[in-house]
T-cell receptor, first 115, second 111 residues
């Protein structure tokens, strides 16, 4: 998980509460991603940011908002948490270019439970 | 139809055997393909990438790509118990920044 930090590591929320998951990188990378992982579902893309100031929806954006605050930070916000959002959330920096494909790092994950 | 499909497994192979993991995808214009390994309770880590039709070898790992059949696979030769993990296939969609994962295949290598 070198270079990508996520906070918090664990969180329990009640239905309807809001929270922000923080992600920061120290690798000066342009692209940052948020995924959620549920048992048997692989990783599902929530939002991504190809560069500072841009964000795009992924496969499952409903119920989430994101902010690319600067090049280092990409936050994910749940405005009104629902039990269906119980999951493990991963932030990642991912390079898709052939010349730098190995510049890919995932954060340690945030384990979120919504009661 | 899910954009990236994998057999969820579990796939069980004896130590020393070849493990074969398969992945199909639906976007015909996809150009970039990746394989990740994820140990239980850990984050995914990239193990292979492939961009051209054919085979790409890296140590005991071989990635195979067939764009006409929209099929990418990962072979693990001389499988070891330490290879027991979930393997995730990922495909870049629409030639943009959207990296989509399959549901993963759980591999178990028995001593």
């Amino acid at each position: 998980n070198a270079g990508v930090t996520q906070t918090p590591k664990f969180q329990v929320l009640k239905t309807g509460q809001s929270m922000t998951l923080q992600c920061a990188q120290d690798m000066n990378h342009n692209s940052m991603y948020w995924y959620r992982q549920d048992p048997g579902m692989g990783l599902r893309l929530i939002y991504y940011s190809a560069s500072e100031g841009t964000t795009d929806k992924g496969e499952v954006p409903n119920g989430y908002n994101v902010s690319r605050l600067n090049k280092r930070e990409f936050s994910l916000r749940l405005e009104s948490a629902a039990p269906s959002q119980t999951s493990v959330y991963f932030c990642a920096i991912i390079s898709l270019a052939a010349h730098s494909y190995n510049e890919q790092f995932f954060g340690p994950g945030t384990r979120l439970t919504v009661l | 139809q899910k954009e990236v499909e994998q057999n969820s497994g579990p796939l069980s192979v004896p130590e020393g055997a070849i493990a074969s993991l398969n992945c199909t995808y639906s976007d015909r214009v996809s150009q970039s393909f990746f394989w990740y390994r994820q140990y239980s309770g850990k984050s995914p880590e990239l193990i292979m990438s492939i961009y051209s039709n054919g085979d790409k070898e890296d140590g005991r790992f071989t990635a195979q790509l067939n764009k006409a059949s929209q099929y990418v696979s990962l072979l693990i030769r001389d499988s070891q118990p330490s290879d027991s993990a979930t393997y995730l296939c990922a495909v870049v969609y629409n030639q943009g920044g959207k990296l989509i994962f399959g549901q993963g295949t759980e591999l178990s290598v028995k001593p």
